[in-house]
């Protein structure tokens, strides 16, 4: 008799045996970069040699169909029906990575290979994300064998090519394909754990608004001694003006760039969440940001305003010269319930009222923040689920601090999401080293076989 153990048991063995880091290995091989100019051949060519394959093994009709906004790279679609009285997930992941950055890894290491050094796995996508869609097709397919040639729901698969730059099109195959796309359930993995050891589970993303802003003056520069204390300098009117919207701690000064207040179940959830503390951590600053909050509220349950660039003259040669313009990009990380659609207004409405309209606003790029309520009864099933599997209590994250594309699946589709992230804090994510652990990568096995696995075991009624 086959039980949850057994597909486990499977999902272990299939990394035991090596399976796992050869599959990685062919993946990580592809230079599949999305930033422009986009190679969409190279990004077809993994969704058709990898992909495809590895659901097509879950008995799931694929096809690769492409992107409606012309010149950004094709989806992958999936569909395996079992019955219709079944409940239904759909799975997301990304095959895309950041650019791959050669000659800036490590002696030893480079993009486009797998190196193995004790528990590190290094190369371009490990973390984020062809390790952690690796992670959870396998376990499907270790469930489906476990099981006789069932899984015990139905599944369909999303997965894009473009995550890494802004996922074009991803929103309008969604409103184009809501019905194809329709289920009862999100379950994906992006984004790191709150810690190497400790499984996590969040359940939307803060939203990000980045915006410019520009003082503009004059053409040219000219001489501080001659024009100092005659001409408007537009550096300082730049800080002055950032000085206004966010202080020398952190906080948000800015009344319409501040969220609500923190919701009870959201603070509840992140009662017993630490940020950092791992080896390779920067040091938290627990003198930085909001007042009154703990530094996991600040992260995931607040807002944030962070100066990205701040440029004037030439800050490799500086002369002794007043600069003609200056500019800032800025950007805000924002939680559900803040007014992102009005940020720009926000914006030059403050500065207007401090005597400021010679700086200009130009909003840039704008994401909405998503938050599953903690109290959703997916949620605790999900939670149940990790807690089985691990023996360990998961972290609960009421939403990422970073930003996903989860709006297209919370709101054009109108799923419940639950993301299971199999990365750690100090990955190196778009960075040089990129890697994944190992360890981490077996017990996410461990964890979506599990989860997979009771998906097709009776489900709570609260869930249907």
């Not at 919701?263 to 969440?273: Q, T």
Request: net charge negative; with cysteine; charged share 20%.
């Amino acid at each position: 008799m086959t039980t949850r153990d057994t597909a486990i048991g499977l999902a272990e063995a299939y990394y035991d045996s090596g399976d796992f880091l050869a599959d990685l290995r062919r993946r990580v091989a592809y230079p599949t970069e999305s930033r422009p100019p986009v190679d969409t051949a190279a990004l077809r060519t993994y969704l058709e040699d990898e992909l495809v394959p590895a659901v097509g093994k879950l008995g799931a009709d694929v096809q690769v169909v492409d992107n409606p906004e012309p010149g950004a790279g094709p989806f992958l679609l999936g569909h395996r029906h079992e019955g219709d009285e079944l409940v239904t997930v759909l799975v997301y992941g990304h095959a895309d990575v950041v650019p791959g950055q050669e000659g800036r890894w490590r002696s030893g290491l480079s993009p486009w290979g797998l190196v193995v050094e004790g528990d590190r796995l290094y190369g371009r996508g490990t973390a984020d994300n062809k390790g952690q869609h690796t992670v959870n097709l396998a376990a499907l397919e270790q469930v489906l064998a476990a099981r006789g040639g069932r899984l015990g729901f139905n599944l369909k698969v999303l997965v894009e090519t473009g995550e890494e730059f802004g996922s074009p099109g991803l929103h309008e195959l969604c409103r184009r394909m809501k019905d194809e796309l329709a289920a009862d359930l999100l379950i994906a993995s992006d984004g790191p754990r709150i810690s190497a050891d400790r499984p996590t589970l969040f359940l939307g993303s803060r939203g990000i608004a980045n915006f410019r802003l520009r003082v503009d003056l004059r053409d040219g520069a000219h001489h501080s001694g001659n024009w100092g204390g005659a001409l408007r300098n537009p550096a300082t009117v730049l800080a002055g003006a950032l000085a206004t919207m966010v202080d020398a701690r952190g906080r948000i000064l800015v009344e319409g760039l501040r969220p609500p207040a923190v919701p009870e179940a959201v603070a509840a959830a992140l009662s017993d969440i630490t940020v950092g503390g791992g080896p390779d951590d920067p040091e938290v600053d627990a003198d930085w940001g909001e007042p009154g909050l703990t530094t996991a509220e600040r992260v995931f349950a607040w807002n944030t305003l962070e100066v990205l660039a701040l440029a004037a003259g030439d800050p490799a040669k500086p002369v002794g010269a007043i600069p003609g313009r200056a500019h800032a990009d800025v950007q805000l990380r924002f939680v559900v319930g803040t007014a992102w659609q009005d940020v720009e207004s926000i914006v030059r409405a403050h500065l207007d009222a401090h005597g400021l309209p010679m700086v200009e606003v130009e909003l840039l790029q704008a994401v909405p923040a998503t938050r599953l309520d903690p109290d959703d009864p997916w949620v605790h099933w999900a939670t149940a689920s990790l807690r089985r599997s691990t023996g360990k209590v998961p972290a609960l994250l009421p939403n990422l601090g970073g930003t996903l594309p989860n709006d297209a699946f919370a709101e054009i589709l109108g799923l419940p999401t639950v993301w299971v992230p199999h990365s750690h804090p100090s990955c190196a994510q778009h960075a040089p080293d990129e890697h994944l652990l190992g360890s981490v990568a077996r017990e996410g096995l461990r964890i979506m076989a599990g989860l997979f696995w009771d998906l097709g075991e009776p489900l709570p009624t609260a869930t249907r």
